[in-house]
Every structure is written in C-alpha cells, then in structure tokens.
C-alpha cells in the first residue's frame, strides 16, 4: 500500500522539517510513504478566505487520483487513540487499499468539494494547530501505528 500526504505549500519551520525527515527515514522500513508538497498560491492576500479554499481545493483535486482512498485531516474530523489508528490503518491494508492519501488543508482548511471527494476526516485533536505542525504530528503518527501493527517496540500505551 502506498500512503501519500499531501500538503499545501512547504513546510516553513526547519525543526519541523527535521523531525518530518527522521520519521519519514524510520517509516521507510514499513511502507512506501511520499509527501507531496502543492505549490503555494501566490499574492492571494486580497483574495477573499472562501476563493483562496476553492483554489486551493482545485489544485488538491487535480493531483488525486480516482482510487485513492482520501483521509482529509480536519479538526472536525474522527478522533482515534494510537491504537485505533493503527488498527484501522491495518484494515486498510488489509481490504487492499493500494493507495491511501492523507491530506492537510491550508490555513482555512478544505473547500466544499474536496469535502466531498474526501472518503473520511481524521482530526489529531479538539485542539486547533497550525496546518505547519500537523505534518510533524502524522508522520510520527503513522510510524507509531506500523510500530503497533508490527510488534515493534516504540509505543508504550
């Protein structure tokens, strides 16, 4: 199964971009995982919130692919433990998925169309984070769940 995250522009912060290396070299050893950087939409600074979500939403979809099974990560989204995660990633894996795409959404999130072509949404927490730091937070999400998956040991829940 190949897992993509998609995200909107690159990320800013070199020690966010430093933890997402480390975690993505760990995961290399369990899948085929790819970030996917869209690029950035220019002067958009006078551009009203819900035309910057439709343009962002048109470049996200362009770069979807008919069977992609699509996790938009949204903070009105499902709450998982580690645990669930993991077991829901296996299920996954398990009903053959061959592609599954994780996206996060710009600063004002996702438009209603990419709502709609989104299979589910996964929120990490009730609380709001930069649409910077969520990277950070998934990839070290995902290598926790394979470390679940497969009886390694990383996670001590």
Do not use: C
Not at 133 to 139: M, S, W, Y
Request: avoid cysteine.
């Amino acid at each position: 199964m190949q897992i993509q995250l998609v995200l909107m522009g690159k990320t800013r912060f070199p020690f966010i971009k430093e933890g997402m290396a480390e975690y993505i070299k760990r995961l290399q050893r369990y899948t085929d995982f790819r970030i996917r950087e869209l690029s950035e939409l220019k002067n958009t600074g006078s551009w009203p919130q819900l035309k910057l979500m439709q343009e962002e939403g048109k470049l996200i979809l362009k770069s979807l692919l008919e069977r992609d099974f699509v996790v938009l990560l949204d903070e009105r989204g499902k709450h998982m433990d580690s645990i669930e995660f993991a077991e829901w990633l296996d299920r996954k894996h398990q009903d053959a998925v061959k592609s599954l795409v994780f996206i996060v959404g710009g600063a004002y999130g996702f438009s209603p169309e990419v709502y709609k072509r989104g299979n589910m949404q996964l929120s990490f927490s009730k609380l709001t984070f930069s649409h910077q730091v969520i990277p950070l937070f998934f990839t070290e999400q995902l290598y926790r769940a394979f470390t679940i998956i497969r009886g390694a040991p990383y996670h001590h829940g």
